[in-house]
């Protein structure tokens, strides 16, 4: 099953520009949020903390905002792209998870990764594996 055909699928660059935008917004939250409670804890909670933000937050973020209708995080929203289905309907919070989980397993598989990324600039409808493998696709958002 696949998108309808007058779908303008999002470019590479408004990826990359959407995705450089939620990580300094991540960046921001997780600074601010160390600097308020490191003070407060023991060195050891305060890793904890950090660790739980820094996976659980960032991931959590991507994965809920996909999920949602609009399929936006807020650097998708600055930048008019969206997550969706292949079918173009909204994805599901289990598509949205599997996207960003596999988006993580493969970062951490250095040449993987990085081919990851680069995969929209050859791809017909500019997905990438994690989209390919969840059965998504990033597009631009009609106005």
Known sequence: MSAEP???????LSRVFA?????AL????IVVIYALVLPHVSQGV?????ALVILGGAFGYWAVCEAT????????????IR???????RASYGQAFGRNLV??????????????????????????MH????????????R
């Open 6 to 12: 007058d779908v303008r699928y999002a470019s590479w």
């Open 46 to 50: 305060g890793i904890a903390i950090f």
């Open 26 to 29: 991540i960046l921001v939250a």
């Open 83 to 89: 997550v969706r289905s292949t079918s173009g309907a």
């Open 69 to 80: 209708e609009a399929g936006q995080t807020l650097g998708k929203r600055a930048l008019g």
């Open 103 to 128: 988006r993580l397993v493969l970062g951490f598989i250095s040449i993987v990764g990085i081919v990851d990324g680069l995969w929209p600039l050859w791809d017909a409808r500019n997905q990438s």
């Open 131 to 142: 989209d390919k493998i969840a059965s998504t696709i990033v597009t631009a958002v009609p």
């Open 19 to 23: 995705y450089l935008i939620d990580v």
